[in-house]
């Protein structure tokens, strides 16, 4: 069978192509368009480059256009963007890639919008050697903003989620050697493959934090997302709010088949790409929300001190002295 | 001299380091931030990729961070922008990349923005095998729309200034060998590498469409940005439009130098990198236009027909018969 290759089709021809996934009013000019009222824009720009975040083994175009997308979702919601008006793409494409993949992967963009609303406002294409999809997101700033530097001393830290299933899911796609002392459920397995490559936000934490809240004055609060880890994350929130982060190791929620021992503590910090928010509250705040959603946890609260991370389990203090988080 | 390169420094320094390019309220969080009012915010999304749009000979890092800003204020202007509020950037860079280049790379972009308005609104850096820089530039839309597809038969086809000179700057830059049989002028080598290096774009170009506007209740009029070539341009108007552009070749304005000959003409038509605006106005608007704007020049008109391109000079439609434009 003949496969279309994006060389025979022509830069033209890919352009009009991909005009059909866009909604009506935005094709054919040189700029997109964003209607907007006195309110603040939220804006995030992520890329996935091939080799580096991705490749043709660890996930297929479908999901990887999903991907894309749901991680800039998860920054917006990380600033506590209440509504996601749409993005731009911004393609990057070897001259041999298959129109089918192209299509596959805008697939997958649409799903993801239909999922967390939005839609295709403009984008490019460019010849390269490597695949890469960067996505700006737009989003509407709500009544809450959710800002890396807002943590304060005495407030409880909290995850949605569980930490170090994406990592488990790479290494698991890319037969990276395990621990061999350990043999992994089945049911880890699949879980772990599906949060790697098909994760997901939480698009009512937002409505959940405003319904909660047990004091209306407060209008900012602590939180990131856990894109490059939960140790990074907390980290960047001890940094930017420049205080001390301690860390109640017994509360870090794990998966109930995931095995113990420093290596796949280092998993469960390190990992990265689990899309999960980190964040902090007022004691009271804190408590009320994690009551009323379940996939919420209290994992340690923020003290007066220089920005680091502690856990109160003096033993596991080992585990952050060397980040193995490094992209370059 | 030990030469620092990204490896070096890592992700996290490298982020610390690119904020001090950055205004102070916009660092070190997940998102960017735009405050609007009632208006519409207009989109540009542009990336440039190493060994397709630029190499380490061709141009230095100062002038491509530039030029990849001004590539994008380009297509903001040709949509009517009247004002640009920022840019977001996404680099794709080797870890071998010398943080010196990356300095002069900002340095380039923040020239562009002090040049034509705008700050940094956000980014961010990821590992890859070649350099791309991605930059998606926000403005807002003026009280003229500018769109591809508002062309009417009868107005008449203008440009800003000189088309072929990028082209030809890339070409003495590549050391690609040009005709034999003409020596060029050394001003014409200089002003050629000046465009392809330092393109420059058209700010006042609104406020002169504005001022000499006849009939106040055109609030439309076609306009693109000849990015890809002036050839591609009046094509995009055409089929955008759904009529037929007539160009007059003995108006078509050519450097004083520019020699003469099929293969300069294919130059000039298909060349690309010009960022010069070519548009259409109802015949008075643009009697005036041209008279108040010296480098505006009248080219043609647009008449009803299907799609295409015809020069009145029957002998030079041959020109056309093949688009050596082919990205892919």
Redesign the interface.
């Known amino acids: 069978m003949h496969k279309e290759i ?2 025979d ?3 033209k021809e ?1 352009i009009n192509r991909l005009g059909k996934f866009m909604p009506k009013n935005q094709i ?20 996935l ?5 991705f490749n043709d083994i660890t996930i297929c175009p479908q999901d990887l256009g999903r991907k894309a997308v749901v991680s800039n979702i998860s ?2 919601l ?2 506590g ?1 209440k509504k996601t008006l749409g993005i ?3 393609l ?1 494409l070897p ?1 041999r890639t298959e129109w089918i993949w192209v299509e596959k992967l805008y697939k997958g963009i649409n799903k993801a919008l239909k999922e967390y609303g939005g839609i295709i ?4 294409c ?5 695949k ?1 999809i ?1 996505i ?1 997101a ?2 509407i ?1 709500g009544e809450l903003e959710l ?3 807002a943590c304060k001393p005495g407030d409880i830290i909290l995850t949605t989620g569980i930490h170090g299933l994406s990592k488990l899911g790479f290494m698991i796609k890319n037969k990276i050697k395990l621990d061999n002392n350990v043999s992994l459920s089945e049911r880890l397995i699949s879980k772990s493959v599906e949060h790697f490559c098909r994760p997901h936000v939480y698009p009512n934490f937002l409505k959940n934090l405003l319904q909660t809240r047990s004091n209306k004055k407060i209008r900012r609060i602590g939180c ?2 856990s894109s490059d880890g939960l140790f990074q994350a907390i980290q ?1 929130l001890a ?2 709010s420049n205080c001390k982060a301690i860390i109640n190791y017994e509360k870090i929620p794990k998966d109930m088949d995931w095995p113990e021992g420093d290596k796949w503590d280092k998993y469960y910090f390190f990992g990265g790409e689990d899309y999960e928010l980190v964040f902090s509250l007022p004691k009271k705040w804190a408590n009320n929300l994690s009551k009323i959603d379940k996939n919420i946890y209290e994992i340690g609260y923020f003290a007066i001190g220089k920005p680091a991370i502690e856990f109160n389990d003096n033993n596991k203090n080992k585990l952050l002295e060397e980040s193995p ?4």
């Open positions: 994006l060389e089709i022509g830069e890919l054919s000019d040189d700029c997109a368009l964003i209607k907007t009222k006195n309110e603040k824009l939220v804006v995030n720009t992520d890329s480059v091939e080799n580096v975040h920054d917006l990380s600033s963007s731009t793409i911004s990057i001259a406002l403009g984008g490019d460019s010849k390269g050697n490597e890469v960067s700006t737009f989003g700033q800002r890396r530097n990131t997302d960047d940094i930017a988080f490094k992209h370059f």
